[in-house]
């Protein structure tokens, strides 16, 4: 399976300053078809993960656009340009490429 | 308004078996991939079972296969996970989610097993 490790696994936060989590693959993400599934989900205390970004770079319908990806290959960044307070949560990577799809461990934005 | 609404939480005891639905709405379900991901309890996330648009392409992580079973009514706009020989390592909330990489995620359903 491909192994899936993000950095770091706590970051602590200032609001109003950029945070970015670094997210790296055991093997290449660039699929048979051209594309590379990596994509981004943030989950709120509570609350079901939801997806932020797909295929490394494409941010979601609604998403801030203070949230962007970027990588290629085997490694991925998700930055946050200015965190705010409704930023807080656990930050996943996940790749579509390789089945089983696997996620990262999970980076707690914390204060 | 997009909506993934899962059923069938319980306590099984180990060897048991449960089945868990998820009732789609506000988007063309037949279109989509679908999914189940589960997250144990205070740990990350790992795919479970992946069912392509019309059935034809079924994935299963290894620690499932032969005991867990995907399906997909698009008449009913429903997916379905049958779980059969439970074990304690089971225990999890367990997501429904549509596309591919995961778009849209229901609220979960806890199961637990345990005797």
């Known amino acids: 399976d491909v192994v899936m490790t993000q950095s770091p696994l706590s970051l602590p936060v200032t609001l109003g300053q950029p945070a970015s989590i670094s997210c790296r693959s055991s093997?290449?993400?660039?699929?048979?078809?051209?594309?590379?599934?990596l994509s981004w989900f943030q989950q709120r205390p509570g609350q079901s993960p939801r997806r932020l970004i797909y295929k490394v770079s494409n941010r979601d319908s609604g998403v801030p656009d203070r949230f962007s990806g970027s990588g290629s290959g085997t490694d991925f960044t998700l930055k946050i340009s200015r965190v705010e307070a409704e930023d807080i949560g656990v930050y996943y990577c996940?790749?579509?490429?390789?089945?089983?799809?696997?996620f990262g461990q999970g980076t707690k934005l914390e204060i | 308004e997009v909506q993934l609404v899962e059923s069938g939480r319980g306590l099984v005891q180990p060897g048991g078996s449960l089945t868990l639905s998820c009732a789609a709405s506000g988007f063309t379900f037949s279109t989509y991939w679908m999914s189940w991901v589960r997250q144990s309890p205070g740990k990350g996330l790992e795919s479970v079972a992946n069912i392509k648009q019309d059935g034809s392409e079924k994935y299963y992580v290894d620690s499932v296969k032969g005991r867990f079973t995907i399906s997909r009514d698009n008449a009913e706009n429903s997916l379905y996970l049958q779980m059969d020989s439970l074990r304690a390592e089971d225990t999890a909330v367990y997501y429904c989610a549509a596309g591919y990489s995961r778009r849209y995620w229901g609220q979960g359903t806890l199961v637990i097993v345990s005797s």
């Open positions: 093997q290449s993400l660039v699929h048979s078809d051209g594309n590379t599934y």
């Open positions: 996940m790749q579509g490429t390789h089945w089983p799809h696997t």
